[in-house]
C-alpha cells in the first residue's frame, strides 16, 4: 500500500509548497494562458497533430516535429496497454500503471494555440513504467536489443537537434 501513498503524498507537498509559495494551489495555471494553453481531451489533440501531420509540405521541418508527437503519443498509449496486461496484484506495478495513466493525460490534455500534443516526446523521457512493462512484455532478446537501439538512438537524434538549438522541449 505505501507505494501507492508515496506519489499521492509528495503531489499533496507539492500542492502545500505552491500555495505557501505563491498564495495558491495552482500557481502554475496562471502562467497557461500566456502561452495559450487551455483543456482538451487526448484523442482530440491527437487529431489535431494527425491533421497538422498530413497538411504540413513533406519536406518542411514540422512534418518531422508532428511525426515525433504522434509516435511519443502512441508509444504512451502502447505502453498503458502493454502496462495494463503486466499488472498484477502488485501495488508497486499499479502504482507505476497509475503513474503512466497521469502522466500520459496531463501531457497529452494541456495543447498550445498551435501545438496540440506541446511537447510530449519530453513527457516520454517519464514514461519509465512504459519502457519497464515493454520489456517484461517482451520476450526476445533480440527484440528488446532492436528497440533499445532504436531508442537510443531517438534520444541522441534529439539531444543533438537540443544542443543546436532546434528543438526545445
Avoid: C, N
Avoid at 506519489?7 to 495555471?29: E, K, M, S, T
Avoid at 494562458?33 to 487529431?47: D, N
Avoid at 502504482?95 to 496531463?106: D, E, G, P, Q, R
Amino acid at each position: 500500500m505505501l507505494p501507492v501513498v508515496w506519489p499521492i503524498l509528495g503531489v499533496f507537498l507539492y500542492l502545500v509548497w505552491l500555495r505557501l509559495r505563491f498564495h495558491h494551489f495552482l500557481a502554475f495555471l496562471t502562467a497557461e494562458h500566456h502561452w495559450k494553453r487551455h483543456f482538451m481531451w487526448p484523442w482530440w489533440s491527437f487529431e489535431q497533430t494527425i491533421h497538422k501531420l498530413f497538411t504540413v509540405p513533406l519536406g518542411h521541418w514540422y512534418s518531422q516535429y508532428y511525426s515525433l508527437e504522434a509516435a511519443s503519443f502512441l508509444f504512451a498509449i502502447l505502453g498503458l496497454f502493454v502496462g495494463w496486461k503486466y499488472v498484477r496484484l502488485s501495488a508497486t506495478q499499479m502504482a507505476w500503471w497509475l503513474y503512466l495513466v497521469l502522466v500520459t493525460f496531463v501531457a497529452s490534455t494541456d495543447p498550445s494555440a498551435r501545438d496540440y500534443l506541446l511537447s510530449f516526446p519530453r513527457f516520454a523521457l517519464m514514461l519509465l513504467p512504459a519502457f519497464a512493462f515493454l520489456a517484461a512484455w517482451l520476450r526476445s532478446r533480440w527484440l528488446k536489443g532492436l528497440l533499445l537501439l532504436i531508442f537510443v538512438g531517438t534520444l541522441f537524434h534529439l539531444s543533438g537537434l537540443f544542443y543546436m538549438g532546434r528543438w526545445i522541449a
